[in-house]
């Protein structure tokens, strides 16, 4: 019964899971769109149809902070 959003901030305010790297995938791109995502908790927001090379990039700078 939660939204994206919802289960973000859910995850957020768990002390286990503050560290967790977040990635919204929506259909919704504007810039509104995105500083929603950004609010709600999520670290990167990319938007359907996925472009290959913006998750790779994502998983790049993840993995390289791991």
Same mark, same amino acid.
């Given at each position: @019964? =939660?939204?994206? #959003?919802?289960?973000? !901030? $859910?995850? !957020? $305010?768990? @002390?286990? /899971?503050?560290?967790?790297? =977040? &990635?919204?995938?929506?259909? #919704? @791109?504007?810039?509104?769109?995105?500083?929603? $995502? /950004?609010?709600?908790?999520?670290?990167?927001?990319?938007?359907?149809?996925?472009?290959?090379?913006?998750?790779?990039?994502?998983? @790049? !700078?993840? $993995?390289?902070? &791991?």
């Amino acid at each position: @019964g =939660m939204n994206g #959003y919802e289960v973000a !901030r $859910s995850l !957020r $305010s768990d @002390g286990g /899971f503050r560290d967790v790297v =977040m &990635v919204a995938l929506t259909g #919704y @791109g504007t810039d509104e769109d995105k500083a929603r $995502s /950004f609010a709600a908790g999520y670290d990167h927001h990319l938007v359907k149809p996925i472009n290959l090379d913006a998750l790779k990039s994502v998983v @790049g !700078r993840v $993995s390289a902070t &791991v």
